[in-house]
């Protein structure tokens, strides 16, 4: 469980930089 939360923050600073780029 721990560890899907961390996959789920890593894929929202994602996201962020996505946008960023977008």
Not at 8 to 20: A, K, R, V, Y
């Amino acid at each position: 469980m721990y560890q899907r939360q961390q996959g789920l923050l890593h894929n929202d600073i994602l996201d962020e930089i996505i946008n960023l780029l977008t």
